[in-house]
């Protein structure tokens, strides 16, 4: 019992923590999404002209969209001649009375018995269909180890060192899935994604500001973002740049050291490791 639990307490060290969170997000990116060189989805994606026939209303305590079954709506609204488009997408919250999905096109309501078990709810997000929470999840570990009270930076350095590897990944998929077609070629069932922007948002911001006035990571920011653009298609590239010019600008705000200032905007993949040549970006 006391080997089992020494295994145990060293499974929760925080690097085994973000190794884990990052090899859940990569088995999501791989199952979710295709490769970026797979053809888009053609034909027109509009809504039918008439209004919504039927809404789906959460009833009963606050809950998170943990899953969807994706095939399950579609076969439905194939045989029911309809579009079903999903007002809540996964990782959100629904509460009492409000809408999940509504139905169009339809001739009369579809059997709520029907729709319901196709959006699985829980108490809290999963990482089951959402590779915004394996990113929100290295997030937090890295804002929380900038906090003053505990102030370890290279921790934060290596919860990048995971969020970039889950952006490369994303960067090389095709992230516009959000149409679903039955075998005829009808567009079937309308979710919402994140598109590449949002997960760049999520990724940055709050790092950030919370890395503002730690040399270590704003070097390390750079790098990343440098590393992305570099290595990325061009279609992912004007987003990186405006990070990376709200990064120069962090820079320049917050940092009033003058010395500090010059080494901040450094590329190093360390934070304060091996200052790396210049990066050529095309």
């Known amino acids: 019992m006391f080997i089992g639990l020494i295994q145990r307490v060293e499974q929760l060290q925080v ?9 859940q997000g990569r088995e999501i990116i791989e199952n979710l999404y295709p490769p970026l060189d797979t053809p888009a989805s053609s034909g027109s994606v509009e809504m039918p002209p008439s209004p919504y026939l039927q809404t789906l209303l959460h009833h009963g305590h606050p809950r998170v969209v943990q899953e969807i079954d994706v095939r399950s709506l579609t076969e439905i609204a194939s045989r029911n001649g309809c579009v079903i488009d999903l007002v809540a997408s996964v990782g959100d919250a629904v509460l009492d009375s409000t809408p999940t999905l509504r139905v ?13 078990p196709a959006i699985e709810l829980g108490g809290e997000r999963t990482l089951e269909q959402d590779p915004k929470y394996a990113i929100r999840l290295l997030v937090e570990i890295a804002i929380k180890a900038l906090s003053p009270a505990i102030n370890d930076p290279t921790t ?12 490369i990944r994303l960067g090389r998929r095709r992230l516009e899935i959000g149409v679903f077609r ?3 070629n009808k567009v079937r069932v309308l979710i919402g994604f994140p598109k590449w922007e949002d997960f760049l948002l999520l990724a940055f911001c709050e790092t ?12 390390r920011m750079k790098a ?13 590239r004007p987003a ?15 940092i009033s050291d003058g010395l500090d200032k010059f080494d901040a905007p450094t590329e190093d993949r360390q934070g304060l490791g091996s200052t790396r040549r210049k990066s050529v970006s095309s």
Do not use: C
């Open 104 to 116: 169009f096109g339809a001739s009369a309501p579809l059997p709520e018995a029907s729709l319901r």
């Open 15 to 23: 690097t085994r923590m973000l190794i884990f969170t990052g090899d």
């Open 240 to 254: 990186l740049r405006k990070w990376q010019e709200r990064l120069q600008s962090t820079v320049e705000r917050s």
């Open 208 to 219: 950030q500001i919370y890395g503002a006035t730690s040399v270590q990571v704003m070097r």
């Open 182 to 184: 039955d075998t005829q």
């Open 156 to 167: 934060a350095v290596q919860a990048l060192d995971q969020i970039e590897d889950l952006l």
């Open 224 to 236: 990343l973002i440098m590393e992305l653009i570099s290595t990325l298609p061009e279609e992912r």
